[in-house]
């Protein structure tokens, strides 16, 4: 018996979307905002933030918010007593590190990582940071920074990105304003 060899397949970026899961991808986001709404199971939004610094670099002038990509469906996430808070001469810090799952997959991993559209980090006079935020309704809500730990992990076959973040140590004001 004579064995041929057989052709295997190999997927590029064209490929890929072509794939079943690939067309599944749109399926599991509308099955995944049911945990937001109608269910209220994901009553958090989860923010990607850009901020920029007057001065022309990291932490010189005033840090103004350029742009927020408000991550939908709303990903899942750990509970926030995944965070240890420590007491300080100065007051309370939450530190640790966090998870986030579930990201859509139609988000790039260069979107997830904060970089610009053709794989460039964030430029010297900017920041970027994730925000888990619960809104109040008589109250704003805290705002919590986190920057990734780790890249974002693609699974393909539970349709989402797993992302590893740390807390970072200053958190926008309650009003979206940042601190710094």
Same mark, same amino acid.
Do not use: C
């Given at each position: 018996?004579?064995?041929?060899? #057989?052709?295997?397949?190999?997927?590029?970026?064209?490929?890929?979307?072509?794939?079943?899961?690939?067309?599944?991808?749109?399926? &599991?986001?509308?099955?995944?905002?049911?945990?937001?709404?109608?269910?209220?199971?994901?009553?958090?939004?989860?923010?990607?933030?850009?901020?920029?610094?007057?001065?022309?670099?990291?932490?010189?002038?005033?840090?103004?918010?350029?742009?927020?990509?408000?991550?939908?469906?709303?990903? &899942?996430?750990?509970?926030?007593?995944?965070?240890?808070?420590?007491?300080?001469?100065?007051?309370?810090?939450?530190?640790?590190?966090?998870?986030?799952?579930?990201?859509?997959?139609? $988000?790039?991993?260069?979107?997830?990582?904060? #970089?610009?559209?053709?794989?460039?980090?964030?430029?010297?006079?900017?920041?970027?940071?994730?925000?888990?935020?619960?809104?109040? #309704?008589?109250?704003?809500?805290?705002?919590?920074?986190?920057?990734?730990?780790?890249?974002?992990? $693609?699974?393909?076959?539970?349709?989402?990105?797993?992302? #590893?973040?740390?807390? &970072?140590?200053?958190?926008?004001?309650?009003?979206?304003?940042?601190?710094?």
């Amino acid at each position: 018996m004579t064995l041929r060899p #057989r052709r295997f397949s190999v997927l590029d970026g064209e490929a890929l979307t072509k794939t079943v899961i690939a067309r599944l991808n749109p399926v &599991a986001d509308i099955l995944r905002d049911l945990k937001t709404k109608p269910l209220g199971a994901r009553p958090y939004q989860v923010k990607l933030v850009w901020t920029r610094w007057s001065g022309g670099e990291r932490g010189v002038g005033v840090e103004e918010v350029f742009a927020e990509m408000l991550l939908l469906p709303t990903p &899942a996430s750990d509970r926030l007593t995944s965070l240890a808070t420590v007491v300080q001469s100065i007051g309370s810090d939450d530190q640790g590190q966090f998870t986030v799952s579930e990201i859509s997959p139609r $988000y790039t991993e260069d979107q997830l990582l904060g #970089r610009l559209n053709d794989g460039t980090p964030v430029p010297d006079d900017q920041n970027f940071y994730w925000e888990v935020y619960y809104p109040r #309704r008589h109250e704003p809500g805290v705002r919590r920074r986190f920057v990734p730990s780790s890249p974002p992990d $693609y699974h393909a076959t539970r349709f989402e990105w797993t992302i #590893r973040l740390t807390k &970072a140590s200053e958190d926008r004001s309650r009003s979206g304003e940042p601190l710094g």
